[in-house]
């Protein structure tokens, strides 16, 4: 049965409201056709049979409304489509003598009976096609103007109802609804998923935080058990070479003896430093240091840190300059800590200064002591300088590597890489801060700590 | 909801169908149809389907299921004003609509239910 079709019109078929809609559309579209009003009945009524089983068994579907030539005749067919389960009983059903919980089990026999052409498509699982028709009555002329004429009028009709209208924009909305919850439920697996990850990150930063707390308490430990033998070879050393010179006539032997014993006692010194550092810092990490203020002039600390620095200086042709610009009025702070760290200031400077000078400056402005520790040595190479801040960081001057200092120097004369954190790590302790101002690879550096005149408690920050 | 009206009139009830009813307000009618025999306690429903072109199995089944409802809550029920494409559409689906009494209009349809209801209340003419 192929020839021409037109579709006039196709109505998707959702709700039992749908039926209603189906069936009055059948009755207005056989009547545009010319059919008796019995005629109109029947093909409506068959309409609404096989529209109900759409929605009872199928759950949507869809009603077209088209003409079509069947043998040498032309009919009105109707053909309904769903994707439902299908109909198992078919036979039977086709029979008559099928018993129905909804209908009156006539559905599809009954509409059988009312149409002149009936097919009926069905698989299990596979949906069902009904194919109905009716032969177009004599007074139908099958005419394209005709046709024409009846598309017109069937898109003039417009909803049968209202209640189309409401159920397309209900559809939508619903529709519109399911993508929103379905959005809803990915952000709420992500958030899931963040969560879980937010956990996991909260429990790695636990972890870490143990380990590095079982990790400074392992320093403290080791460095404050390291410190009395170390003084201990420190003590016997220095009592070793104060006899020494006196029993001379050992001659040659004697002189090595000496030096060794110094280069021991050297080593003993600065692995005690070492150790020190080292307990500072897990102390400053632990925050169990305390902030003991004294007022004092600047004076005082100068010529306490002029008379700790001048033999290093001297032994070196480097001149250490101690300048006061202008009134600085009596420091409220911790001697002990700032005078600590000037003297690492200047230890680090003197140490990387061959020759030249070295000056620190104190200045005062807005409540603030400013002292700046400027070397002429060797200065510090741009990609280091970020990193002289950071724990255990060594500088590395190209000279250095893999050349160690004549003299049996070793690593440490280079320093603990500790220097400089504990020095920043107490600069704000006591409220301050500390940077290096300026650095000129071969000219020199400036360090430059400022700090509040008066030491103030409570504004001490979390370091 | 949507809800047909059922109107009260002595010892009747009244339903007129006026609209295309789809499923659910049919069965909702063989309710409120139940709940109102069982509140009046009344002897007759008088069904008019004069504005319906359509009656299919399932509405078909719906106003055999209120007249079996109806007569066991003690009520006789007359369907009235079926048009003729229906009584053939009906008939060719195989529904006939058995026990169910039907007149051709409302005022054949009082006669017959005073009839049945064994009063000889006539609403019309008592000339005859």
Known sequence: MKKKKHIFFTININFQEDVVVSRQRARQIAELFRFSPQEQTKIATAVSEITRNVVLYAGSGKAEFFVDTIGSQNFLIIRVTDNGPGIEKLEKIMRGDYYSKRGMGTGISGSKKLMDYFEIETKPGRGTTVTMGKKLPPVFVPLDEEFEKISKRLRELGPVNPFDEIKMQNLELMKLLEEMSEKNRELEDTNRAISSLYAEVNDKAGELERANRLTMEFISYVSHEIRTPLSSIIMLSKSLLNNFPEQKGFGQIANEVVKKIGLIRKSAEELLELANGLLDLTRIEAGKLEVVPVIFDIEELFSTLRGLLKPIAGNKKVELIFEKKGHIPRLYTDLNKLSQILRNLLSNALKFTPEGKVTVTAGYGGGKVIFTVTDTGKGIRKEDQNEIFKEYFRRNTPKDRGHPAPGGSHALSEGQGLGLPISRKLARLLGGELKLESSVLGKGSSFQLILPVKFTGLKRERI | ?128
């Open chain 2, 1 to 128: 909801m949507e809800h047909i009206p059922i109107l009260k009139m002595g010892e009747y009830l009244l339903v007129s169908i006026q609209v295309d009813m789809h499923d659910q307000l049919a069965i909702t009618l063989q309710n409120d149809l139940a709940e109102k025999i069982a509140k009046t306690g009344a002897k007759g429903v008088l069904i008019d389907i004069s504005a319906l072109d359509i009656v299919d199995s399932f509405i078909g089944r719906m106003l055999g299921n209120i007249a079996s409802i109806s007569k066991v809550l003690g009520a006789e029920t007359v369907l009235v004003g079926m048009q003729p494409a229906v009584a053939i559409t009906l008939v060719e689906l195989g529904l006939s609509l058995k026990g169910m009494h039907t007149a051709l209009n409302v005022e054949k349809g009082m006669q017959l239910l005073s009839r049945l209801t064994g009063k000889d209340q006539d609403y019309t003419s008592r000339k005859q």
